[in-house]
């Protein structure tokens, strides 16, 4: 029986610190031959700004890399957003209960200055999406900054890109692609509710796709992208951050029987891993409520590399070639190693990598002959002289995940660290 490879590429979410990332993860791949080889790109949040700008681009990948370079050094989406007249109407509608009730607390009814700000936050909690629509004006930053008015339409038919949102009405992903946008929920409903992807903005599935929850607000889709106008009152839904579902992106790619499966994945993921908070107590409500969705998303990331990771290979596995912001480079081989002799190393790539039988079949025994073999395969001693020094590495993993600009020098660790990963984890995992 014939067997066919399909290549993906999954790019994580993380704001821009996780765009830059993947943009170095581009570019080795680029000089590695292997990008245009590619057949899925699976994108989240700040992975969907820099895989929608590379699908949507058309001249060379030298003019691509650059363009996004300068963006992340100058495109603020927040300060965009902060300086659209949704947040300026916000702050007007603040003011008429702030002022009134500050005038009210000097004075001798000074017991009734709490209420102007209990009407205040009534009208928050009633209309905050009404009066300060984030996720619209982030959408239109992404487009003044990246994408200029394309819709998904104009992605290119190869690599298919797929734009990761989860969906609050299901529980779902809803993903956006060029031919189709949908949650599978909505294929089970009789009859099916579809709808029509070719003229939806760009700049919407990336707002949507990056649409952090309690910061922005859930993106809905109007009538005018439904197949059947009437079929808006049998759905709707509610879209925010993909990475509340699967921030790695790879759910797609190994998902049996998908339209976006793959054998053959790189999963490049900017996430720096949970950070241990020490001694230090809780200030907050707020902060204590950070914190568990942070635990939250790292027990999905976890369960997702237990799944596609760490089990152990047969000659049907999936080759995944998996890189995080987190990790130093002096820990792949060791790790290969220590896949291989736990069985996790699929069939495919012990043969690509010609490892003798003896070392396969007791990895620990030979490990020192093992870490020779692949360092001189690797070109080993090439990739150390350009890897980040502790303190480079210590830099990169306090990248903040917003959307404000990068300064050059994280710009330039972000993407070499990318680089650096790609090259010695493809050349590791994939045959």
Known sequence: ??????????????????????????????????????????????????????????????????KMMEAFLRCNVIGYALRSWSFVRFLLVAL????????????????????????????????????????????????????QGQTLQQLRPTPILAIGTSNLQTGRPFTFSREWMTDSTY?????????NAASFPVAR???????????FTPITIGPQYFQEPADTNRAHPQ??????????????????????ECNTIIVSDAGAGLSPLGNSPYPNTIALLLRTVDLFMNRIKNAQMMANLFQRATEHSKCVAYLSLGWQLKNSIPGFIDNLAQGNIPPAVVAARQLRPEWVANPKEH????????????????LIARDLTSDEWQIVCRVGTNLTPLTPIQLSLLTRHAENLTEIQVKLYWP
């Not at 020192?368 to 001693?381: K, S």
């Open 187 to 195: 294929s089970y409903y009789q009859p099916p509710v579809q709808f």
């Open 96 to 147: 008429v209960f702030v002022v009134p009730g500050t005038i009210l607390l000097f004075s001798r009814w000074a017991p009734w200055s709490l209420l102007p700000l209990l009407g205040l936050l009534f009208v928050v909690l009633r209309y905050q999406f009404r009066i300060l629509p984030v996720s619209r004006e982030i959408e239109r930053a992404y487009d003044a900054f990246f994408y």
């Open 367 to 382: 490990r020192l002959a093992l870490t020779e073999y692949l360092e001189q395969q690797l070109d080993y001693a090439g």
């Open 239 to 260: 879209l925010i951050d993909g990475g509340v579902y699967d921030n790695q992106g790879i759910q797609k790619l190994t998902q049996a029987n998908s339209r976006y």
């Open 205 to 215: 599935a990336v707002a949507a796709s990056s649409c952090v929850p309690f910061a």
């Open 1 to 66: 029986m014939s067997f066919t490879r399909r290549f993906g590429l999954a790019l994580s979410g993380g704001g821009y610190r996780a765009a830059a990332f993947h943009l170095g993860t581009l570019k080795k791949l680029h000089e590695m031959d292997r990008l245009a080889s590619i057949d899925v790109i699976s994108t989240i949040s700040g992975g969907s700004i820099t895989g929608a700008a590379y699908c949507l681009h058309q001249g060379t990948f030298e003019e691509f890399h650059a």
